[in-house]
Structures are given as structure tokens and as C-alpha cells.
DNA sequence: AATGAATGAGAGTTCATTCAT
DNA sequence: TATGAATGAACTCTCATTCAT
């Protein structure tokens, strides 16, 4: 409708691909999560790029393939840690409170929201992407964290009950608060987030320490 | 891309306003979760209504009034049970239990997950909307829960814990569920929303239950 | 590059799909004549139709969907006279110049030799209704021709020469005619024309004629 | 639509100017031979000669150029002979061989096929060099034709007949098999043109040979 | 001379919307 | 109310051409 970015009209600027490429897809995933998928013109990321239309076309061969790189890098994350029960040294405090500060900040960070939103707006465009992703990084990692708690139970260092049980539930309050900044999209709901993080905490020391410990 | 709707040419056949108009709503919802909003053509909502695009003009102002009726009459629930906790007469198993199940039918129904989805993908256009959902609907039916959680604690009925202080801690589950089934958009989702339905009852009563009903 | 059609503002024209369609067909085949293919331009052909550019894809679905139906239409010929050499009366200058005449009237005519430019520089657009015209048409057309050549000779109607043994020959210089006016595009081509049909005649008698009727 | 060159990566190579034109001219025939003037792109143009796009603008100043280079090169035929008619040394069906064969080669090869599409389809791009091509070397070419096969007449060495009257008509078997090519690409009009060329030899003997040759 | 990156100027096509019937 | 034809306003993508290296 209106001017939706700056034209900033440039001189013919050559950069190396790599810097190009990271360029377009930052400045595609802005323009993805501001309008969505469909919604989102070419013409507007590649100004915010700093380059022409045409110029995205050089590095990638369309639209979907902006939304391909963006969710395939997004769904591909670095190694995780996946002894993060055994870190804390035997304080189930400082453990819950590390996995659930880093549960938050992956899932609730802005740019994260942003990507989450995308997958689910516009997964249906790239349905093996998503397959490939829930194959080789979601149930794998569900798997795993499920195999941990389940030790935890095993060696005594947690107490059993239907989210040792069912590892979802400890991902659901923070895929909550993503959601509702989602919907949202304001101030209010970011705190909103903070307050469940904290909830998030008290709830799984709740659950997971061993009876001896549960009593505040 | 290919034909998404099958053609069915009709002859001109007049409804009453109220049949066309839940025709063409339901065609819109279904358009508009199969392809998004954006990407949803008025001729395919048209042609799964069983009249002409140009028919549908007679109906709603255009494609935005379509999204606007759908979320605006998924946004207005029908009143809803308040007092869930007093109900069970003391049995906070039966209780818990309804209200799960309550619970998840609502968000994990398929055509509540797609209306979650418009709002999630296509809210942005319709701010009005979610603003006034979220004043009027959102905030004040988490309040109220609230305002029960901690009557139910004050009472003694249920145990003090993060739940009872937090109470989107209680939907988190549920709406876990309900994203899940967006993103992936198959059967395997439907079946671990059961699993977390399951999951989730056994997480209320081990937290909601008084200290001497916590044992199983 | 320069205006190549009058704009001609009209207000919203509503026609029969028939009547359309031949418009829209008229102006393709004019356009396409003008620029060729590739470099006609959808909007002046629908200018020159009296509509807007989107409203040709009412009735067609591409620029490629003209191509067809123009080349379709020109390639399947009414049915054509075979018995022309009988139809004399045993006045073979009769015969020949009628059979002549129609062939340069058939060949060499404006919109003809449009229509053959077109199959020469955009045929290979369409191979599939290339391959069908040569072989329902072209082909079929040829050996028919033949049947009769030979059967002339065989009841002494004709001298037997290459030009019976091959039909081609036959019809090579109308071709030629054709050509020449496809490269030059101008008047004296066209009278070239003229010139060579005579000759044609002149060199049909001659070569037809039985012994006794050869001398001039 | 696909891939229509091999990509062929490679590196920089410096070659003679010479050598690098007419690369770039057999590539640019080459495709705009299978493509059309239009269809036909730099790129593809440029890899086919071995360079990249950006090269070719080193040598021809774009792709009108490419055209120009082209058809200047194919309409300045080196110098043809034009005492074929004598040259047989009275044997006339030799000297009918050669001239036939000659002329079949030279408008039936398929690099002159190539051309003779170009010309048409193109030809309009380069109305100055199509209109000089005319001047200076069709219609003096068949001027000097026509001349000869008069002063053949005027020797008794050829019957008169509409074909030494209307040279064109020596010209238009072997045309029409070009076109032919032309239309179909394919190797059956190949194998059709060589029986054309036996049938034009007979042709041509059967009307240029003075009467009491005339008997086969 | 040669290139990869970049660009401007379209072109075809799509689609929400309107209009005459 | 309903429609088929028509339209205007995009939008994606293409491509000849240019430029900095």
C-alpha cells in the first residue's frame, strides 16, 4: 500500500556472494515476518538488501527459494547440548534455570518468533523441508531429551510424573509464549514471555526434584 | 499451479443469505488454511461455495470482509463454563479431566487449528480484530481462571504451585498440541495431541491435587 | 519501442465470446506478422482487439495458447478440390491455369504468407501441431496429387516428365513467390508475384501437355 | 524452460580476436537457428562460444550486432560462377548436374537453412542490409541468370521455354525444399530435398534441352 | 580481453474487484 | 441475487546491457 521501505537509491555496489547472500536473507526474513510470505515483495527485499530486483535473482533463483534458505538454515541449528541434566553438578536449581533460560531465548527470541511464524505461514510451501526437519532434528532431539529425563528418573536425580513421562510438556510453556508473541506482536506480550519463563521454572523444579527437595 | 478445486459448473441457483453465507464462509476458512490467506484466490473459494466469484460480491465486500467474518465469529465463543472447578462436586480427578478434554477439543480441533493459523498468519491484517479478541475475550477469561485458580488454592482444594499462579501454564499444553498439528498438518500430529491430552491431565492433578491427594 | 497501436480508451465493451475471440485472433495474427512472436507484445495485441491485456486471458490462456489456435485454424484447411484435373472437360490450359491460380491465390495471399512466416519462425513453438498438419494435411495432400498426376499420365492426359513424378515441383514456385514476399515485404515482390504465376502456367502446359499439344 | 547449453565452467581464456568472432558467430547461428532471433539469449549464446555474457560485448556491440555479422556475413556469397552455362563444354546434362548440385548445396545445407530462417524470421530487424543485399547481389545475380540462359537460347545450346524466361523458376525447386527443412527440422525433408534435387535435374534437362535432346 | 555482479526496463501473467445483463 | 466478461494494479521473473575488478 504505502512506501515500505527507504528506496535509498545506491550506486552499482559489488560485494562478495557470502555478504550478499546473508544480506538478502536478512532482509528477507524481515520482509517474510513483517507481511508474510505472500504478502512480501521482492521489490522491498532486495531494496533492503541494498540491491535491485533483479540483483536477488543473481544469488537466488526465486521467491521460494528465499523462503527454502531462510527455513533451511533456521531448521538446521548448531549442535546442542544434550547433558545439560548432568551440568549442573547435582543442583536441579541451577540446572532447571539454565535449560529453561535457554529454552526461552531460543524459542522466544524475536528473529526466532520470526521464523517460527514463517514455518508455520508458509510450510506448506516447502513440505519437505519440514519433513526433512522434523525427521532429522525434532523427534531425534524429543527423542533424546526424552532418553535423559528418563535416566534422570533411572539414576534418582529426578522425581517421575507425567512430564518426565512426556518431555513435550517441558518445551509447551515456552512454544506458548512464542505463540502469543505471535498473535500479539507487541510489548506487552514480550513480558508476558519473562513472567512465563519464570512460571517455567518454578514449575519443572517443582516437578522434576526428587521428593526430599520438592518442599519449598 | 493445478486445478485446487474442482470446477462444478452450476446454474445460477439462489440460496437464502444465510445458507450462501455459511457456504461461502466455510469455503473461505477451508481456502484460506490450505493455502493461506494471501495465496487463497477468491475463484477457489467461489467455485467451493457452488456460485461465481462475482456472487460472493453480493455476499461480503470483498477478501478481507471474508477474514474478518471468519475470525470475527471464531473470536466471539459462545459463553463458557466459569465455574468448572466447582462443578465436579469434590472430585478434582473428574474435574480435571473435563476440563482438559474441554480444553483440547477446542484448540486441537481441526477447524480451530485453522483458524489459529489465520490468526497466526493473517492477524496482522485485521489488528482491530485481535486487539479487540485479546481485550475482551483473551485477558479478561485468563483473568477470571485466574481469579478461580487462586480461589480454588485460597480454599484449599488445589495446592499452591507455579500453575496456580501462572494459569496460561495450564493451556500451554494444549495450544503445544494445536501448533504442532500446524506445522506438521498430519495424522501423527493428531495422535500426539491425544498423547499430550493424556500427559496433561496427570500433570493437573499431580500439581493441582492437595497435599494428601497427591499420591496416585 | 515506439507506440506501435492507438491506444483507443474505450469503456468496458462486453461481447460475445465468438465475436471475441475472432478479434482477438484477427489482432494476434497482425501483431505477430508485424514483429513476430516473441516480440509482439500482449498489450498491443489486446489494444488492437479493443480490450485490456488481461481481459484476452478471458479466452485464452497464454500468449503461446494464440500461437495455436492461429496456427491451428490456418493449418486445417476446407476441404480442397482433387479432382481438378478432370474438372477441365479436357481443356488442359483451362485446368492449368484454374489449378495455378488458385494455388497463388492460396499462397501467395497477404494473410497466407503471414501465417507461413509464422510457421517458419515460431513452428518450432509448436511442433506438436506442426507434426499433425503434416501428417493429416501436408502429406495425405501431397500423395493425393500425386495419385492424380499419375493417373492423368496413365490415361494420357499428361506427359509423363519429373514434374509427375514429383509433385513438389508443382508447387515449388508459388513457394518461391511466397518466400520472396516474406523477406522483401514489398510491392514489387508482389508483382514478382504476378510474373511468376504466369510463368507458371506457361511451364505447367508445357511440361503436361501431351506430345501433340506441346507446341505453342 | 531448461537447461539449453552445457554450463561448461571456464576459466578465463584469452584468445585470438579472430578465433573468438567467429566462435561467437557459430554459437549465435547456432541459436538463433533452434531459438528464433528473440527466443535466443546472450547467455546461452556466450556459453556456447566458450565465455561469459559480459565477453561477447568485447567484440559486437549487442545482439542487433550479432544479427548484422550474421546475415552480412551469409548475403556476401564469394563470387559464384556465372559461366556455368559454358562451362560444360556442350555436355548439357553435366552442365545441369553441376548447377543443380551446387545450387542444392548451397540452399539446402543446414547452416544455410539456419540463415535463410534468420532472414526470415529476422529480417525485419535489418530491413538496410536485406534491402543492400537486394541491390547488390540478388537481383544482379539473377539478372546475369537470366542473361546467360537468354544468350543460351540466342546459341541454340538451350530450348526456349518459360523456365529461360523466368529464371527464378531454375531457383524455386531447390527453395522450396529449403523451406520444407525449414518447417519440419527433421531428416525426412533432408532425404525429401535430395529427391528433389534428381527431379530438378531431370527438370531442367527436360525443358532446357534443345529438341532433339529432349528424348530421355 | 574477460568476468561476475548488478541493473533497468519491460513482459507475461494473476487476481481482486467491477459492471452490464 | 447471480454471472461471465472485463479491467487495473500489481508482481514475479527475464534479459540485454553495463560496470568494477
Redo the contacts with the bound molecule.
Keep these: ?1 504505502e512506501d515500505r521501505v527507504t528506496p535509498a ?9 557470502e ?2 547472500t546473508r544480506q538478502i536473507l536478512d532482509a528477507a526474513l524481515a520482509e517474510f515476518a513483517q507481511h508474510g510470505f ?7 527485499i ?1 531494496r533492503r538488501a ?10 537466488y ?5 528465499l523462503l527454502e534458505a531462510l527455513l533451511g538454515a533456521a531448521l538446521t541449528p548448531s549442535a546442542e547440548p544434550r547433558d545439560w541434566l548432568l551440568a549442573g553438578g547435582g543442583n536441579l536449581r541451577a540446572v532447571v534455570e539454565a535449560f529453561v533460560d535457554q529454552l526461552y531465548d531460543r524459542l522466544a527470541a524475536p528473529e526466532v518468533v520470526a521464523v517460527m511464524r514463517l514455518a508455520i505461514a508458509a510450510g506448506g510451501r516447502v513440505p519437505h523441508l519440514v519433513q526433512h526437519w522434523r525427521e532429522t532434528i525434532f523427534q531425534p532431539h524429543l527423542a533424546a531429551q526424552q532418553a535423559i529425563l528418563r535416566e534422570g528418573v533411572a539414576q534418582g536425580l529426578l522425581r517421575p510424573s507425567a512430564l518426565t513421562e512426556e518431555v513435550s510438556l517441558m518445551y509447551a510453556p515456552a512454544v506458548h509464549a512464542a505463540i502469543v508473541q505471535m498473535v500479539f506482536q507487541d510489548e506487552a506480550s514480550r513480558e508476558a514471555a519473562l513472567a512465563m519463563r519464570q512460571a517455567s521454572k518454578r514449575l519443572l523444579l517443582d516437578l522434576l526434584a526428587p521428593e526430599a527437595a520438592a518442599a519449598p
Excluded: F, N, T
Excluded at 505472500?38 to 522491498?44: I, K, L, S, V, Y
Design positions: 500500500m537509491a545506491r550506486k552499482r555496489v559489488r560485494l562478495k556472494p555478504v550478499r505472500d504478502a512480501a515483495r521482492m521489490e522491498d532486495a541494498g540491491l535491485s530486483k533483479a540483483g536477488i535473482y543473481a544469488h533463483s526465486g521467491k521460494e527459494a
